[in-house]
């Protein structure tokens, strides 16, 4: 028998959002208004009542709202988030025994019925609440007290039954009770539910990725973080917000790789930069070759003043000569003949990188040097990284050392780097990565886009996962970009742009539309940047920059694309045609997005609106704009005719415009 | 940081089945085996290896059952349980160190690379398991431990490489490695998740309620206990194995209502039998007109002579002089006139009852004077409770009282009668009601019955909720029964039957068919039993005694029809006529339903066969027995016609039957 709360009879369920019952923090970010609904009831037909808990973690006392009962025992509230860090949220229930009194006496006096003994039942929930209310004093509640002291005196009147129409009529003794009456036998909900606020960047940002030492202006010569200063009002200009640059440390020399992953790296082979530390030092060192701490405090100050910031690239492995090697080598695994094991996936060996060895004894130890690997970079202004291969280190260790930096850091953001299979890759999103790789870039058909997009935005997944939508990256040319080129490169980046608030371009070759592998069949670049310096001609035709900007542009100018609320696709007679279209709550805003994912032929079709979902007349004609063409077209009714061209563009990103008529009785599109 | 730990890489999340994230048990069956999946895994790359770990809930071991690991991460297991009661279910799994090295050392040598340091980590591996067996000695482990202390010497020595391609070969090393490894840094799940198992006939039961008082063969007299023993031959030759009886105590006299519910009783009416209580006892006394203690337990006793038993029907509410008004007022709710409250729903007034006040401080005497009633049944044999209304008593109550029962007697089963919101429906069940009522009376369209019977059979509901399809109750006589009168009992009653393993027939009225309302627009029966006594004619022309015979004796001799899995609904082109299967796991077993859901036409149209589920080859013809009229049509391919008239029989119940080949090249059907 339970000790107490036997007397407690509202039941508290079936809460949402949540992640695995609670065990893990929902997704939300600064300014969002957190929408809860639970499922509340109790035994018998008595009146409920309930409010919404929630508080800033570490906060002693809870803020209420309160719930608000829709269909079915289905009740909802909402509560603002206006910081970031770990917020939280639970129930409190109780029966409204004055409620449930004044729903019968209502009903009673209705039906004619004696009511005298029912009106001293009134006092008496009156006068417990007066009694309480005497209990906690406090001046603020002296006139309330006595508005209720002077309710039970005309309840309990013996000439009260001649004024039941009066009493029935009068509201205010119903709102005294709703604020006074006290919560008897209250069920407090099991569980305290979790809610990780991140800043807005946290859900709305658009990535570019570049290596730092191809930035040099000059072809005779590698770049530097100073040139990747030079090169921030090219990448402003085209609206990106986080310029997130591969690994800056030193790169090992045992066994660094040539260009195209030679195993054997010439003099004056550069490396890659994901084999880190050398003599000159490892995760908190910058290779000279790129500059100073001196120059990287100013790239991460000048960037700030284009409204972008630097993302730093966290890998935790370790080329042969970082320091930790000589220093730690507890940290790593020893192989029976006294040497390190090297990173392999048999029969391949890749004995330029030391994998950390997380079952050490010493793990303590080492999971703080890689915390304090980030507070390094944060102490130095850094507030977004990118997490390679976080899959390959332990998931406790991670959801540790995100807990620990957002502790003090809450506006500090991670994206996970992690492509593998998908429990593991939404793990990660649980343990509190703030944004994640996705599939996108495997994503190509009509069909595996739009049941990927509805996994993603539509189930339960979406509490946890924020996902980041990368055309290409460093390790990924995709077949189709190979094959299909430029129109697959815009049609791609359209696609990128337009169905996650969070995407990521890997530039500039992708602006140059670089699609040549390194062998065919293979996903690798021929001459990849992650082995040997580039220079590149940004001004070179065909430079998919202004798309860029275009594309930045309406992200910026349209909420609905920042965030991923409201997808829906819609049905189109032709497979080489996706249409789907991102709106506001409201339907206020609508963004209908039609892409050709052919690359060689022109492609056409009937495209079917929801005409009622979009606040659509169908009786009036409405105006598709193409935000990037400039082109606007007159529809009507919900079935319309698409066509276009992969040479050209092979994309509408429509803004929809519905009728307005103004005074004069003249009709034009908002 | 974890205190401990954080060595441990392995995550175990995603268990299934669970109900609420194992705060609620799944409910199975004695003889069933459960079929537990979960997902596991680990950072990187390394092999896996896991238990489910099971046992009866208060034994202090676990027993274990490997893990199987299916696609995507998702693992696998099932175990057996052999007696009624709690049983409980979690996991451990941990990187197979041993497995890791063994894989990759397959394909270092595949790879014709050098294996000497590899043999040598192998070896330190099996010595590492030495050791751990020889700390745990046992004489059992003896041999094994000799195998791989050889084993050791095998592989480290340096003449080893020259016999790897006979290590590889051999598969008692890995036998043996994963017998014995130790469970380095495993990982325990987090929850241990409960599981109800009943026996059998908490999940296949065929219910037959009555009144005792109208089972008097002699029209003079009304009905006693001992003509209910004298009925039981009748009642078990149709099939059924519970006898269900409405309340069988002493009933109130103060605010006795008369027949049809009429306010004030007449001197000779028998009054309702909710109305429980009277100067004869409560609770636990027989009403004297029925019979003594000795008689009820000689109707027990006979009852399993027919392998029946009796249900009684536990209603906590009182009438006015029901003794323990008297003795506990505190139990009920006192108004400010010193009168009882009794039950309302205003400006409806039920004066006979007093409902008990679950809110009252002596709430832990209440609760135990309840389940006293439970127990007080239980010594006089009774196993089968159907109880009325718990919803209008507090989930904590019955989540506790349902416990202490089940406690020291798992084999008992109770049927929630809640008619109410789904969810509070809902949460009985999850609370350990072995059976419930459901909405089954009020879904008549071919829509309603198959959306409904899907979201019981088909979603999670299904792990925590077994319902009970009643085609009417003495409180339901629903319009359809009204309007459609005989084709529809038959039709409703093979619904019931066959749709789901448990269902319920209120007789003699549903046998013979009564369907006349007390008033138009009413679901009440006119000259309801409920409050005067009948005489029934059961030879009645007419009766579907017969029907209720073949249904039930169908049931027992097709295992598809005892549980809820493997439903299916098939497409017809009829909307009046409803086509569904059970069938067994591996199909080899197919029981198939049409029923005419119109009681006045004939209907017909072709259904729509799912052969490859029914692993029916399409080349060949099978034949659809019907198990009621006994013919036998051979039909071909999927598509087939099917006409129903309501006036003969509204339904077919099929058995699907595959031809099989004989030796003498003889075709005929198994």
Chains 1, 2 share one sequence.
């Not at 892409?595 to 009036?620: I, W, Y």
Request: hydrophobic content about 35%; glycine content about 6%; overall charge negative.
């Amino acid at each position: 028998m339970p000790a107490e709360n036997g007397q407690s009879r509202v039941v508290i369920e079936g809460v949402r959002p949540q992640v695995d019952g609670g065990r893990f923090a929902v997704k939300q970010t600064v300014g969002d208004l957190v929408q809860v609904q639970v499922d509340m009831f109790a035994d018998g037909h008595d009146v409920l009542a309930g409010v919404l808990m929630y508080r800033k973690s570490g906060e002693s006392t809870w803020q209420e709202t309160p719930l608000i009962p829709d269909v079915n025992d289905l009740w909802e509230a909402s509560f603002p988030v206006d910081t970031p860090g770990n917020w939280e949220f639970t129930f409190t229930g109780w029966i409204d025994r004055f409620a449930s009194w004044h729903r019968d006496f209502l009903k009673r006096v209705a039906a004619e019925q004696d009511v005298r003994v029912d009106l001293l039942t009134g006092a008496e929930l009156v006068s417990e609440t007066v009694e309480h209310l005497r209990e906690q004093a406090g001046s603020s509640l002296e006139q309330d007290l006595e508005r209720l002291a002077d309710w039970q005196r005309r309840l309990s009147d013996s000439n009260a039954t001649s004024h039941v129409t009066r009493i029935c009529a009068d509201t205010g003794l119903p709102r005294l009770m709703a604020r006074h009456c006290p919560r008897e036998f209250a069920t407090r909900c099991e569980t305290i539910y979790p809610v990780q606020v991140d800043r807005e960047r946290g859900r709305f940002s658009a990535w570019y990725e570049m290596f730092p030492r191809s930035a040099s202006p000059d072809p005779s010569r590698p770049g530097t973080l100073r040139d990747v200063q030079a090169r921030l009002p090219y990448v402003a200009s085209m609206g990106f917000d986080v310029l997130y640059l591969p690994p800056i440390h030193p790169i090992g020399r045992q066994f660094r790789k040539g260009p195209n992953n030679a195993e054997k790296a010439g003099p004056g082979d550069p490396g890659s930069p994901w084999a880190i530390g050398a003599a000159e030092g490892g995760h908190t060192a910058i290779a000279p070759e790129l500059g100073t701490l001196a120059d990287f405090r100013q790239l991460v100050q000048a960037a700030r003043g284009y409204d972008m910031e630097i993302a730093l690239d966290i890998a935790f492995q370790c080329a042969p000569d970082h320091p930790w090697v000589r220093q730690h080598p507890q940290w790593f695994r020893a192989r029976p003949d006294g040497t390190i094991q090297y990173a392999e996936n048999p029969p391949k060996k890749y004995q330029d990188i030391y994998p950390l060895n997380f079952e050490t004894d010493d793990w303590q130890a080492l999971w703080n040097a890689l915390r304090d690997v980030f507070l390094y970079w944060i102490r130095e202004g850094v507030k977004v990284f990118r997490v390679d291969n976080p899959h390959t280190k332990p998931f406790p260790f991670w959801e540790w050392c995100l807990a620990e930096i957002r502790r003090e850091h809450p506006d500090v953001l991670f994206l996970a780097e992690a492509f593998t299979r998908p429990k593991i890759m939404h793990r990660l999103g649980k343990l509190g990565y703030s944004q994640s790789y996705t599939y996108f870039t495997w994503r190509n058909t009509k069909e595996e886009l739009t049941e990927y997009l509805e996994e993603l935005t539509q189930t339960d997944v979406a509490n946890f996962y924020r996902p980041n939508f990368w055309p290409s990256t460093p390790d990924i040319l995709h077949a189709e970009l190979q094959l299909g080129g430029r129109p697959t490169f815009m049609a791609r980046l359209v696609l990128a742009a337009t169905m996650t608030a969070s995407y990521g371009i890997y530039g500039p070759p992708y602006e140059l539309c670089w699609n040549t592998p390194v062998k065919e069949g293979s996903e690798e670049f021929l001459n990849s940047e992650k082995y040997q310096v580039h220079h590149h001609d940004l001004d070179q035709p065909g430079s998919l920059r202004s798309l860029m900007t275009q594309l930045n542009t309406i992200r910026k100018e349209h909420q609905c694309l920042q965030r991923n609320e409201f997808v829906q696709f819609h049905p189109i007679d032709n497979d080489q045609l996706i249409c789907y279209s991102k709106r506001s709550a409201d339907a206020a805003e609508i963004i209908f997005v039609a892409v050709n994912l052919d690359p060689v032929h022109t492609q056409s079709g009937f495209v079917e609106l929801p005409l009622e979902d979009f606040d659509l007349d169908p009786q009036q004609s409405y105006q598709m704009h193409d935000l990037l063409s400039g082109a606007r077209y007159v529809w009507n009714g919900p079935r319309n005719y698409i066509e276009l061209s992969p040479e050209v563009l092979p994309a509408h990103v429509f803004r929809i415009r519905r009728q307005v008529r103004t005074e004069r009785d003249f009709e034009y599109y908002e």
